[in-house]
């Protein structure tokens, strides 16, 4: 498995709406759009930073993991992600490894990318993602 870049980085957030001020007036960075994720009970808003970006994370729904997470840690920094050439190869990868997974096959996220969690049990408390953007 080789891991390419920090894809991005997952904010956790009440309300997209609240901070994305913060994030365009005062950083400066570029909205790049919002996309609400259905299945996973999400809406996401992406602000590019060189090669990565920064996904701001507003849970749809009182049981989505946003808000779960959210209530357990507050908002903050929920999880990051790799970019990796083939997701499958690398999930295969860490199963032979002994890696716990969330997802052992890849699902459908944001953009259209194919991505999988890694257990945070298994990396020292902080959410993995993988993900491949084709």
């Known amino acids: 498995m080789k891991i390419r870049k920090i894809d991005h980085l997952g904010v956790a957030v ?11 007036e005062v950083l400066g960075l570029h ?10 009970k999400v809406t996401t808003a992406f602000f590019p930073v060189g090669e990565s970006e920064i996904e701001l994370l507003e849970s749809t729904a009182p049981d989505g993991p946003i808000a779960k997470y959210i209530e357990k840690k507050g908002e903050g920094i929920q999880h990051v992600a790799f970019r ?4 499958e190869e690398a999930l295969a990868e ?19 990318a194919k991505i ?8 020292s408390g902080v959410l993995v993602e993988l993900c491949q953007r084709d």
Request: net charge positive; charged share 30%.
């Open 31 to 40: 909205f790049e759009g919002s996309e609400t994720v259905t299945e996973q």
């Open 94 to 112: 860490l199963k032979a490894k002994g890696i716990k997974l969330i997802d052992e096959k890849p699902r459908i996220g944001a953009g259209g």
């Open 116 to 123: 999988a969690f890694l257990h945070p049990k298994a990396t």
């Open 84 to 87: 990796v050439d083939n997701i």
């Open 14 to 24: 009440n309300k997209i709406e609240g901070v994305k001020n913060f994030w365009t």
